[in-house]
T-cell receptor
């Protein structure tokens, strides 16, 4: 298993500003993932971040709004740009773990973002 | 990756078994079935996974239908700490797409 931390754990931001969320894992991993969880909803995959290459975004998410960095095998950041109240969500990072026969993911505790 | 369907909510009495169903009728032959749960104010945690055979681990059991179009997560004795949202996914590879999940309430 992997231990994942996220900073900040929560934040309240004004519309129009940007917030960068950090994700740190205690071991080297190839793939990291960013999810959004809107209030009372399930998790939606935003993008997959592979070290050394550009992130791959899911339909409905674009790099200009959610730029991602992946400078090394233990760290990634997600920026929520030009925020609006609709961006109020929990943002979670996860890492891939390759098991004996399939992939698993381990999740961080999440960053609770409120945009006013 | 197959779409999954789960009941929105279920209740169980403490100390009793719980059977959480999941439908994944469009599952492909290479899709693994994973179950995760999300405790309040936490990120999801892995519970169990399987391909064709039933699986047991320290947390739960996974029963997979013979045609693989459905599965059931079994908690043998529900405790208050098992109150969470349980998600099943059916996917090939390392990207997970979560459905709406089942919110489990455990009644003391």
């Amino acid at each position: 298993s992997a231990v994942i931390s996220q900073k900040p754990s929560r934040d309240i931001c004004q519309r129009g500003t940007s917030l960068t969320i950090q994700c740190q894992v205690d071991s080297q991993v190839t793939m990291m993932f960013w999810y959004r969880q809107q209030p009372g909803q399930s998790l939606t995959l935003i993008a997959t971040a592979n070290q050394g290459s550009e992130a791959t975004y899911e339909s409905g998410f674009v790099i200009d709004k959610f730029p991602i960095s992946r400078p090394n095998l233990t760290f990634s950041t997600l920026t929520v740009s030009n925020m609006s109240p609709e961006d109020s969500s929990i943002y979670l990072c996860s890492v891939e773990a390759v098991g004996d026969d399939s992939y698993e993911q381990y999740f961080g505790p999440g960053t609770r973002l409120t945009v006013t | 990756d197959a779409k999954t369907t789960q009941p929105n909510s279920m209740e169980s009495n403490e100390e009793e078994p719980v059977h959480l169903p999941c439908n994944h009728s469009t599952i492909s032959g290479t899709d693994y079935i994973h179950w995760y749960r999300q405790l309040p104010s936490q990120g999801p945690e892995y519970v169990i996974h399987g391909l064709t055979s039933n699986v047991n681990n320290r947390m739960a059991s996974l029963a997979i239908a013979e045609d693989r179009k459905s599965s059931t997560l079994i908690l043998h004795r529900a405790t208050l700490r098992d109150a969470a949202v349980y998600y099943c996914t059916a996917n090939t590879g390392n990207q997970f797409y979560f459905g709406t999940g089942t919110s489990l309430t455990v009644i003391p």
